[in-house]
């Protein structure tokens, strides 16, 4: 019988420092779906796997912080994208991983945190990241704390895609299903209502 890798501590980064632009410059992570904020069901989710949430947000910072133990936030002006809080996010964790998820992905559950875990840690000091069909989701990852030298090596020298800054450093892969259901980004007001009245069918 194969004795499953003991999942080592992680940290874990909700994603919530947008624009929103898809949103009409809303901020989507406090946008209710569910009779809940999109935040909240990702801290519900990821609150039990973690003694360290991370929030990164650009604003509303106070209501941010009720779903965190500690926020961070870009240092560069003009929400300069997904890996300026990445690199955030990795340079604030304590732990020796951190879970990176976006929070408008509402539909995730535990078993999929549980696997990205797992392969993780038969892979030690790798990225891991979802692979959706053919089709990479660098922000659903699960990164290294040893990361964090090149990935800021990576930022000096201009580097801003979360993909290729990872796919350098040996990531390993997740297969997901094409249009699985769980990586779902609610990322609009047509999806937001969409994602609404399917969940309103299944109860």
């Known amino acids: 019988m194969t004795v499953p890798t003991a999942l080592p501590p992680c940290s874990v980064l909700l994603l ?37 949430l991370i929030v990164s947000c650009n604003r509303n910072t106070e209501r941010y912080a009720a779903y965190a133990d500690r926020l961070v936030h870009d240092d560069s002006p003009d929400f300069p994208g997904p890996l300026a809080g990445i690199r955030a996010g990795l340079a604030a964790a304590r732990n020796p991983w951190l879970l990176v998820l976006p929070c ?3 539909r995730l559950d535990a ?14 000091g ?31 020298d201009g ?6 800054v990872l796919l350098a450093h040996k990531a390993t ?18 999806l937001l209502a969409e ?3 399917e969940a309103s069918h299944h109860n």
Do not use: V
């Open 159 to 164: 580097e801003r895609s979360p993909r290729r």
């Open 104 to 106: 408008d992905a509402p």
């Open 126 to 156: 790798r990225p891991l990241l979802l692979r959706q069909g053919e089709q990479w989701e660098p922000l659903f990852c699960l990164l290294p704390k040893s990361l964090e030298p090149a990935l800021e090596r990576a930022w000096q």
């Open 195 to 197: 994602g609404e009245n």
């Open 16 to 52: 919530a420092g947008g624009r929103g632009q898809r949103m009409g410059g809303r901020d989507k992570g406090l946008l209710e779906w569910r009779g809940k904020p999109l935040i909240a069901h990702l801290h519900a989710l990821t609150r039990p796997l973690t003694d360290e």
């Open 111 to 124: 078993g999929l945190l549980y696997s990205m875990r797992q392969n993780a840690a038969d892979h030690p």
């Open 173 to 190: 892969a997740l297969q997901c299903p094409s249009e699985d259901p769980r990586l779902a980004n609610l990322n609009t007001p047509q």
